[in-house]
């Protein structure tokens, strides 16, 4: 039996910061399906990689080394990723942290959003973080958005990366889009 949809309006740092509409629809268990079921739908506004950069807490690179569930995570359960930041682009982020993202399942409880990433335990990554004020970890600025695979040449693919690129030349082009955004705001 399935409730009527619910909308919200988002501006959460579980959902990475980014505005934007979402809708569940939550089922109830069956006696075929043993966990409720909870299905969000995300939209999230596309931007340019400035916007990315400009609005991330920190952008960092590393590799994901651990997975769990938070079933209790408010408004929705999570998926916590521990993350072992290697690089940044900020300098505030550094060595293991944990990364929050919408999904995720349990015996109890199956939470499925379109939009969000889900990263592989030994896989490097660049991700464009926000930060999550109600407890020591963060959110994934823009989802799937803000999340850059890099693969086993050291190649980045993702929204904003060109084809082939290397990682480092991402990043240096992300710095040099810090480097940019800082300068015009000293000379305002």
Known sequence: MRTPRLSFLLLTSLLAGSLGIARASRETPSPSTPQRQLHIQVEIPSASLRTYVDS??????????????????????????????????????????????VGGANADIAVRCAKSPTLEIGQEYVLFLTENPDNPSYGILGLKDGTYRVNDEGQVSGLHAGQGEPVDRFLTRVSSIMIDTKETKEAK
């Open 56 to 101: 991330a807490y920190d952008v960092v690179y590393g590799r994901c080394v651990g997975t769990g569930f938070d079933a209790t995570a408010t408004p929705w359960p999570c998926t916590v990723y521990r993350f072992e930041a290697l690089r940044n682009s900020r300098g505030i982020v550094l060595g293991p942290i944990d990364v929050r993202v």
